[in-house]
């Protein structure tokens, strides 16, 4: 074909880059990232003059384009997920687990989430520990608040379905939350009643505030540096968690480190672009926690040190 084996341009050669180190996110390490990058960048006079940010845009657009393509999925009947209408209720659900809870769970939620372990009563949200068949697991119900909740709901996705959307797109970003089973959302003609999400529960994990009393100085300095690092790579990808507070991560130390979760998804987001603004905003409630137990500063200026530089760099 003519003209097959002309140079390509800049401009081709930036969204080739891009999308090579987009297909490599999943499976790289970030140091493996910043060497490609820079053999790359550095490498001969022609490709030398390519912007690292340029490649950096475009691995991102590249990347938020499959990850909203995956978390379009999670509503849908296909391989991985089911969804449908069953005793009042509409479902969305993970295919393997979802049927053995909706079996149990219908056609009404409370009584399972009354027989559990209630962690969080309250006017808005009721939550508990509950034990199925298939496992234990964490079931939230966002109560019905009246007329005006209603109508504010019509033509709007619940909390439930909400906190469904976002966990999921935190998981295809690789930020730890826990397992979503099954979202419960309960309308009649539109008008919105009850709504439910199940998660697993996250055994074994214990809030931030009381693991950190219990730690040397050594193990707390390499967990604000995992926590930097985690919060970082969760902002760089635009994901806002809305209530970063210290009782919404749970912590676990493991052989290999410590295992993160976060919890309390009720106010996250999602953006298109990451936004520096508003992540410094979202990480500020982590540093508020942070500045009680910390009486000299020196723990906020070392995770402040670790995080920009997760959040400013791939």
Known sequence: MPGSHRPLSKRRRIKALGGLLSDCWDFTS??????????YVRSGPEIGQLHRGLIEKCAYEKSYAAWHRQGRYCFGNNAAFCAGHRDGFRYHGDKQRAGTALR??????????????IFKPGSR???????????????????DRGWWYRVRHLFRRSRAVHNWKVMWAFRYRRIPVADPVLCL???????????????????GGQRLKIVWQGLSDAQRCCLLIVLA??????????????DLKWDNILVCATGKGWR???????????????????????????LRDLEQVDTTGQWGRMFRRSWKKWITNI
């Open 229 to 242: 690092q985690l919060l970082g790579r969760m902002h760089r990808f635009g994901c806002l968690h809305g």
């Open 185 to 203: 959302e309960e309308r009649f003609f539109r008008i919105l009643k009850r709504s439910y999400v199940l998660t697993d529960f996250a055994e």
């Open 260 to 286: 993160i979760t976060l919890v309390d998804l009720d106010g996250s987001r999602v953006l298109r672009r990451p936004a520096a603004n508003r992540a410094i905003r979202d990480v500020g409630r982590f």
């Open 125 to 143: 949200t009721h939550a508990g520990r509950i034990y199925l068949s298939c496992g234990e697991g964490f079931l939230k119900r966002f109560n």
């Open 104 to 117: 149990e769970l219908l056609p009404d939620p409370d009584k399972i989430l009354e027989q559990g372990q």
């Open 30 to 39: 970030r140091s493996e990232r910043q060497r490609f990058l820079r053999a």
